[in-house]
């Protein structure tokens, strides 16, 4: 007869909290927690008194004085008496604005260049070969200052294109390259435009809805729809249609040279333009390999299955292909977007008053805040790299793959 | 039977022909071209778009390459010489090379040392980049590098690096003494042993410095050019690897602390771009130090840069233990080891080895930003080009040649890093395909 009986309990001892794995964690969290407060804790004392001996203080009160100085590239009403405040909104769209632009070029430059990179066309692959590793391997920096030395020093002046025969010439006499910056036609609202803004918006609304139902169309019955030619009317023809009903209210103010420089139309600063097109190309570059990638890694036996079932290369590339392409292209696609947004703030070397030109840049200057200015700075990058990185995360939540 | 046919018959071939070439359209040139160029009409589109795409590229490119001036003092002088014509202006190369990659404050009698790192420094890489081609001992020499490139770069006592080394072997042999006892014992014996030495060493140097140094002392901030890239990018590399392998271990870990503590560093740091780091390097950190301590700007920035890149590399890593099959972890607990161990002998060897495309990948990508720099007024090489020599008056105006020569120099090291990664990678390859 054995009996089975429970180890007699241990009493608890000092030497447990190394030695036992049960308890060994709480110490070394233990350690490290105490490390971590003892770490801020200097640093702190430390700030405390620099700041102290240097008779400063933290405060934000900085953001609500006039700034002092002007900002030539505006998305909303700025003047030097607007508040640091509003340079750093100022600052804070003009991100926004190039890292929107940026990210929608570099997508269409890399889709092309990684799609091409595949074609069986040699010369074309070797050339976006070389495209890729060209602009992989050179730093974003010295690509912005070479696209901003031809924006500056390359560009004819305003004034060349005075006179009867002058040196430069506007495109289609409504796009002016300047070293001033490229001036574009600006569109004019008069009385029922917004109407007509209105109906082109609802006409992309229908053109979603019209797919929409032709694709449940063919899921429910079979019945296959055209959708390139009836989506394309749905989109220009009531706009068309209202357009001439209202009696033209978007017209055009085209850029006219005026004195020495170039008045009406919209300006576009060269520092805008340099930033654009080299984090564009940049990353383009980048995309391009992930897309490669994406579609690489799909098998060709998929390929092959889709074409055995009897479906058209432009079919088995929208309904195999890429939806299973996408899966693989899209995180790193998005942490593309994440890299534009943090590169733009190289906007600094080239004078694009982002907001780390403003607040990072001048505002700092000026009042020697830096701690404050930083602080908001790294404040406001973390914001929108956390966001697009919760965006991704629901975004790769939904498209896992359902096993069982 | 067979006679009457014979007579209906005018002719047998008793031989085989000899083969006939395939036809012109489908052999040689000819064939590869018709595959692989003008396969279809929008094929052939495209070949002829992008031949005309080249011959635009060579037509500008190629006159102004082969026609460049390589030897005048300014580019007035440069533009007289070529008299209108189209070329560049390279002299500008030939005059500043010393600026370029040395910085304008480096001693110009001095820049032997500088080479003779930047030569030792693939002598040292070379037993750990092709470990099946050297000998082994090679890597006594990689160990002693690092000390041997501070002396040589910034120069003073040899006191100094001579007592960081002590530092490290004194750590490594207390190591070997206790590792085989207890992992904590070794790892922290390591860091009092070496702590122990560094502080005796700190006090011994300035009495064993004579005032005449064998090699003459060059403070940080005389770095510059092409060098400074090359320092901030190996030394960062090098320093962030153990760091990041530390918090992608900590991000891993069952204790809560740890991981958040790893989790909101790495966290914070991806999501905020390098330029915000440095900012803190240049203007912030200062305050957070005790009062009255001075620090050099460029140890600042390593310090920022390091941390940038440990956060990514940790990251990379992190993907790479995902990666493992959860069989491999088992195993290890299976046979008793314990954590350290476990990691030391059975993960991390495999974990790394999946990461190495993607910590090169970070390392080129840090060498890369090592000309944000330039940005907090260093002089790296863009700063060394935007500032001094493009605002001086014999050059000001020679863009091409001076931004080309950049991206050159990176195009050089960050194309031969990638395709060293590729050659390791399919090295590293034991499954079989």
């Given at each position: 007869m054995t009996t089975l009986s429970d180890p007699p309990r241990e009493s608890f001892q000092l030497s447990m909290l190394l030695n036992d794995t049960r308890y060994r964690s709480y110490t070394f969290q233990f350690i490290a927690l105490i490390a971590l407060i003892a770490f801020f804790g200097y640093l702190g004392s430390n700030l405390v008194q620099n700041l102290r001996d240097a008779g400063l203080n933290i405060s934000y009160?900085?953001?609500?004085?006039?700034?002092n100085y002007d900002i030539n590239q505006t998305l909303i009403e700025y003047d030097s008496r607007s508040s640091h405040w509003r340079a750093s909104v100022v600052g804070v769209l003009n991100t926004l604005l190039v890292a929107f632009l940026a990210c929608v070029t570099a997508t269409v430059i890399g889709v092309i260049a990684g799609v091409l990179r595949l074609s069986n066309n040699w010369l074309v692959r070797k050339l976006m070969a070389v495209y890729v590793e060209a602009f992989r391997n050179v730093p974003v920096l010295i690509w912005i200052i070479i696209i901003f030395t031809i924006m500056t020093a390359v560009l004819p002046a305003p004034?060349?294109?005075?006179?009867?025969?002058?040196a430069a010439s506007m495109l289609f006499d409504a796009f002016a390259f300047t070293n001033r910056g490229v001036y574009i036609p600006k569109p004019v609202f008069e009385t029922g435009g917004v109407a007509v803004v209105l109906v082109f918006l609802l006409s992309v609304v229908g053109v979603f809805y019209y797919r929409r139902y032709a694709t449940k169309l063919l899921y429910d019955t079979g019945k296959l729809l055209p959708m390139g030619w009836p989506s394309l009317a749905i989109l220009i023809l009531p706009s068309l249609v209202f357009y001439v009903l209202l009696g033209r209210p978007i017209g055009l103010e085209y850029p006219e040279l005026k004195g020495f420089n170039f008045g009406g139309g919209i300006n576009i600063r060269g520092s805008l333009i340099a930033l654009w097109f080299a984090l564009a190309i940049y990353t383009g570059a980048f995309i391009a390999e992930n897309v490669r990638a994406g579609i690489q890694s799909v098998s060709k036996g998929q390929t092959e299955a889709a074409a055995s079932l009897g479906l058209r290369p432009g079919r088995i590339m929208n309904l195999v292909i890429l939806p299973q392409a996408l899966r693989v292209i899209i995180p790193p696609l998005i942490s593309q977007y994440l890299n534009i947004t943090k590169n733009s703030s190289l906007a600094i070397a080239v004078g694009y008053m982002d907001i780390t030109g403003t607040l990072g840049g001048i505002t700092l200057n000026q009042t020697g805040r830096a701690i404050e200015a930083v602080l908001l700075l790294m404040l406001f990058y973390l914001v929108i790299s956390l966001s697009i990185s919760a965006l991704m995360n629901v975004y790769n939540n939904a498209m896992k793959l359902k096993e069982r | 039977m067979s006679d009457t046919h014979q007579h209906s018959i005018v002719f047998v071939r008793e031989t085989m022909l000899p083969e006939q070439d395939p036809p012109v359209t489908e052999r040689g040139i000819v064939k590869w071209m018709r595959q692989?160029?003008?396969?279809?009409i929008p094929n052939g589109i495209l070949t002829l778009a992008a031949l005309v795409a080249i011959y635009v590229l060579l037509a500008n490119f190629l006159p102004w390459f082969l026609n460049g001036i390589w030897d005048a003092p300014s580019i007035r002088a440069c533009r007289e010489i070529l008299d209108g014509g189209v070329g560049g202006c390279f002299a500008v190369l030939t005059e500043r090379w010393n600026q370029l990659l040395f910085g304008f404050q480096y001693p110009d009698t001095e820049y032997w040392r500088p080479t003779l790192a930047f030569v030792l420094l693939f002598v040292a890489i070379a037993p750990v980049m092709f470990y099946k081609l050297f000998p082994k001992p090679m890597l006594f020499f990689t160990g002693l590098y690092p000390f041997l490139a501070y002396w040589l770069i910034w120069g003073g006592s040899i006191w100094s690096p001579i007592f960081a080394l002590l530092g490290f072997v004194a750590g490594y042999v207390v190591w070997t003494r206790l590792v085989s006892k207890s992992f904590a014992a070794g790892f922290f014996g390591a860091i009092v042993a070496a702590f122990v030495v560094w502080t005796v060493g700190g006090y011994i140097v300035p009495a064993l410095t004579p005032e005449e140094t064998a090699l003459v002392a060059v403070p940080s901030r005389d770095m510059g050019g092409f060098m400074l890239n090359m320092i901030l990018g190996t030394v960062c590399v090098a320093l962030s690897l153990p760091f990041g392998i530390a918090l992608a271990l900590g991000r891993q870990s069952d204790m809560p602390i740890i991981k958040w503590i790893c989790v909101i560093f790495i966290e914070f740091i991806r999501g905020v771009p390098l330029i915000t780091l440095l900012f803190v390097a240049n203007v912030v950190l200062a305050y957070f130090l005790p009062p009255g301590t001075t620090f050099d700007l460029i140890l600042r920035v390593i310090i920022m840069i390091t941390m940038f890149a440990s956060a990514y590399i940790a990251e990379v890593i992190r993907g790479g233990l995902a990666a493992l099959p959860r069989g491999q972890y088992e195993a290890a607990d299976s046979l008793g080891l314990d954590y350290p161990q476990a990691m030391r002998l059975i993960i991390l060897p495999q974990a790394l080895k999946i990461s190495i495309p993607g910590i090169v990948n970070v390392a080129v990508g840090l060498f890369k930003d090592t000309t944000l720099v330039s940005v907090i007024s260093m002089f790296d090489l863009v700063g060394m080009i935007r500032g001094p020599i493009l605002a001086s008056t014999e050059w000001n105006g020679v863009y091409w040649e001076l931004l080309g020569f950049a991206a050159f120099l990176f195009f050089v090291v960050c194309y031969g890093i990638s395709q060293y990664s590729q050659w390791l990678e399919r090295q590293l390859q034991t499954d079989h395909r």
């Open positions: 009160g900085f953001l609500g004085e006039p700034s004034r060349d294109f005075r006179g009867d025969d002058p | 692989n160029l003008f396969s279809s």
